[in-house]
């Protein structure tokens, strides 16, 4: 790398005016990565919608220069895209795994009984909250999409249909509700307004109450060439570092850290109020801030490689693509996953290389992944039109897919997995 922090515009293009650091407020200038235009990823297509203009935005991501988070612009708000979510976490069984796991450690470390309040923000369907209910730990959820509220609704969960900022936050206070556990798993890289969220925790948190938050970490996304992750729904891109410094900024103290495997790897970072002594800063927690700082979170070139390692990753999968098909090969997808669509959106992947992609999920068939116009069949599509290779989609779950369709071994079919880089097994 040549670059430096004195030429930093060689690297970087100029940002829309006026776009600034949802954090700190710094002008952003400085390109992470550009994507090119892509539409939502969740918005797949219906037949009758195919020759209709579809809505494209900027999936370009700037890094902020004085706090080093990473973001997407609010082009698409979320009152659009979550207020009637198709996202039911009760789907996945490996979720709901891990959620019990994470409700029982919380027991026991923060023993949590009938006389604690567990509140979780976005508590989507319930699928967490109805473990503490089952060990008699009262709860609260908060989830903005009217849909899935409903669902938790029908499980006995009290939720209260609102987006968590603040404003909401000063409100319960005043109605007496404080929290002894504030959970929020994947929900702070979707707020826009992250400030507010943050300071709407630390109001509604006890005196001696715990935060946890999940979300994907950024330096497992930067060395895992994960790319594929970035979508609208998500503005914000977490390092350790940065999320000391925000909680930091509301008074509140980062004080122990996990590594989890979820989302291609994410971090549980648990917070206090800064005043709160009962929980000292782990050596996890230091060794991982430690960590970062060795490979360089807190210097603006370190996250300039990152833009070149994924046009490169393009080219891979372009040159993979294009040799296949004038050898004469077939290649189908495997899943639609929102990570699938910003992929081949990327890559400009179409019909013309992609023949169809497979999804076990009912609600996708008949319809077209958006942007690319690539059809979703059920998986018996595969065994019957006997592909060459079948692109892995959702590549965290290559071995679970890798086992399903052992039969296209049948027929001499190999797999293509296309992150971090192409692999043909
Ligand atoms: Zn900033």
């Known amino acids: 790398m040549s670059i430096t922090m004195d030429q930093p515009d060689q690297a970087s293009k100029l940002s829309p005016p006026g776009a600034s650091c949802r954090f700190c407020g710094s002008q952003l200038r400085h390109t992470f990565t550009d994507l090119g235009m892509s539409p939502p990823c969740e918005s797949f297509l219906s037949a009758d919608q195919l020759n209709r203009m579809e809505a494209f935005y900027p999936l370009h991501v700037f890094v902020c220069e004085h706090c080093f988070l990473v973001q997407l612009q609010e082009y698409i708000s979320p009152e659009h895209i979550f207020t009637e979510y198709a996202y039911f976490s009760s789907y996945s069984d490996s979720w709901l795994a891990h959620a019990k796991a994470y409700t029982d450690l919380m027991v026991e470390r923060f023993k949590l009984g009938r006389d604690s309040?567990?509140?979780?923000?976005?508590?989507?369907?319930?699928?967490?909250?109805?473990?503490?209910?089952?060990?008699?730990?009262?709860?609260?959820?908060?989830?903005?999409?009217?849909?899935?509220?409903?669902?938790?609704?029908?499980?006995?969960?009290?939720t209260l249909v609102k987006f968590f900022g603040k404003e909401m936050a000063a409100e319960m206070l005043r109605d007496g509700v404080q929290a002894d556990l504030i959970v929020g798993n994947n929900v702070l890289a979707e707020v826009p307004d992250v400030r507010s969220f943050v300071a709407g925790m630390k109001t509604l948190l006890k005196p001696q109450g715990v935060i946890t938050l999940e979300f994907p970490h950024l330096m497992r996304l930067m060395e895992g060439n994960q790319f594929d992750t970035i979508y609208h729904e998500h503005f914000s891109y977490f390092s350790f570092l940065t999320t000391m410094r925000i909680m930091s900024e509301f008074a509140l103290t980062v004080f122990d850290v996990e590594e989890l495997t979820t989302h291609g790897g994410?971090?549980?970072?648990?917070?206090?109020?800064?005043?709160?002594?009962?929980?000292?800063?782990?050596?996890?927690a230091r060794d991982l801030a430690e960590r970062e700082e060795q490979a360089g979170f807190t210097r603006l070139q370190t996250y300039f490689s990152f833009?070149?390692?994924?046009?490169?990753?393009?080219?891979?999968?372009?040159?993979?693509?294009?040799?296949?098909?004038?050898?004469?090969?077939?290649?189908?997808?495997?899943?639609?996953p929102g990570k699938g669509n910003t992929l081949l959106n990327y890559c400009a992947i179409r019909g013309d290389f992609l023949d169809y992609t497979v999804d076990r999920n009912p609600y996708k068939h008949g319809k077209f992944l958006p942007g690319t116009h690539v059809p979703i069949f059920p998986p018996e599509k595969i065994?019957?039109?006997?592909?060459?290779?079948?692109?892995?989609?959702?590549?965290?779950?290559?071995?679970?897919?890798?086992?399903?369709?052992?039969?296209?071994r049948e027929w001499g079919g190999k797999f293509v997995v296309p992150i971090p880089r192409v692999e043909v097994f």
């Open 117 to 158: 309040l567990a509140v979780e923000l976005a508590s989507n369907d319930g699928y967490l909250l109805q473990y503490f209910v089952e060990k008699g730990v009262p709860v609260l959820g908060i989830e903005p999409a009217v849909n899935v509220a409903r669902e938790a609704a029908k499980k006995g969960i009290p």
């Open 383 to 408: 065994r019957e039109t006997r592909p060459d290779y079948v692109l892995i989609l959702p590549w965290n779950l290559k071995n679970e897919i890798r086992e399903q369709l052992s039969y296209i």
């Open 266 to 284: 994410s971090l549980r970072v648990y917070a206090r109020h800064a005043q709160d002594t009962s929980h000292p800063v782990t050596e996890r």
């Open 307 to 336: 833009d070149e390692k994924v046009k490169e990753t393009k080219r891979r999968i372009l040159s993979f693509m294009i040799d296949a098909k004038a050898a004469g090969k077939s290649i189908a997808g495997y899943g639609a």
